[in-house]
């Protein structure tokens, strides 16, 4: 039972926490003025309108017998109530309604129905409370004649609930209104931090975060700055060793090429050639993985422009584009281009066909990839993003490089808030999704 109720809670409660914050503040005001205002309601308002309403269908129900028991002086009587109580009476032989004139709900006519009722029995009374602003209009059969007052309404209802209403609501509403302000002053520094962290877990450096707010709150502020700048330090520091050794290497390769050029021996020479190239080749890949940590601010992109631009650049015709939407994205340009440029080449590297294809699906962008090349096995989709992985156990880098290619490809998508996933194509290839939040 309980854990049903607390699942309730958990979907009708608010998700923020600025909203949860207002219903503790607000709840308990709320509850304490509508206990208060139905205590007086019944306790105080409903006693005392009864005691009214009662007073006045008792002068009624005078009225009616000293009429009834002697008609000669009734212009003296009538003008007596007149002149000292407000009443206006009149006697006519009209036909008395048929149609009720009373509302239904309210608590006035509730009221004056159950004292009218009760002393002149039913169907010999009606009454109005809606038709004049300041009056209350009741019929009275007596015998063949109709008796009709005009009686004010202060006589029927007190006046003082709708200033006791007001008085009640209005400091309320002040109390909540300055709840208000206060909260959004007090939840604003905890967005700015969610965010903050939100823009440094997709890979933005948060170079303009100011911790404010309560001291709790700065304090919390206060260490993601220092745990943001000792992250993007570390980083840093790993993206410049890696870029400082393969820049290092490349001086004595080139030293061998040279050397290697001047060699007699054509063979050897050659062979030699190859493994200097591929040596090469492992030192490109380094410099791209180092560049996936360099600093680089987000824009927004033209997901369309982007690949179309790629195209263009690849020049190949065994490279299909399909199927584009204009999408636009926040992100660093270059890093993704680099990452669809490496899905790219490993399609066109180990296949025939390479279409890409962008398309919308709710929040998120979806940019499919597909190829007829050999694919890769399903138990090695994990496998083939980790670092340094390659599905050739030979280790020959003829065409597998150094493993760095999807892990790099990884680390950008998951550097934006995305997601990438591996499958099989429609051409019996690799098929690669990659999903971006826009």
Known sequence: MFFGLNKFL?????????????????APTIILQLIITIVFYDSIWIKANKNITRSLVTQLKAIQEVYQNDKKNLDFFTDSYKNNFNFEIGISQEKFPITTGERRFSPMDRSLRRELKSTFGNNNY????????????????????????????????????????????????????????????????????????????????????????????RKAAYEFDRMAKRINRHLNQRSEMLSG????????????????????????????????????KMLNDYLQFAKTQSKETSVNIDLKDLINQIKEEFDDQNLEISNIETISIKGRRSALKRSLENIIQNGLTYGKRVQVEAQKSKNLAVINIEDDGPGIPDDQYKNVFKPFFRLDKSRSLNQSGVGLGLAIVEDIINSHGGNIKLGKSKFNGLQVKIFLPF
């Open 10 to 26: 958990k979907i009708v409660l608010p998700k923020r926490l600025f909203y949860r914050a207002l219903i503790i503040v607000a």
């Open 126 to 217: 009606w009454f109005n409370t809606a038709k004049f602003k300041n009056a209350v209009e009741i019929k009275i059969k007596s015998e063949n004649d109709v008796i009709k007052f005009l009686v004010p309404k202060e006589m029927v209802s007190t006046s003082s609930v709708r200033l006791f209403v007001l008085w009640t609501t209005l400091p309320s509403l002040v109390l909540i209104i300055i709840a208000l302000i206060f909260l959004k002053n007090q939840t604003k520094p905890l967005v700015r931090l969610a965010k903050a962290a939100e823009r440094f877990g997709k890979g933005d450096y948060v170079n303009d975060f100011r911790p404010s707010g309560a001291q709790e709150i």
């Open 245 to 280: 050794i393969s820049h290092d290497l490349r001086t004595p390769l080139t030293r061998l090429k040279l050397q290697l050029a001047m060699l007699t021996q054509k063979d050897l020479s050659n062979k030699m050639s190859k493994d200097i190239d591929e040596m090469e």
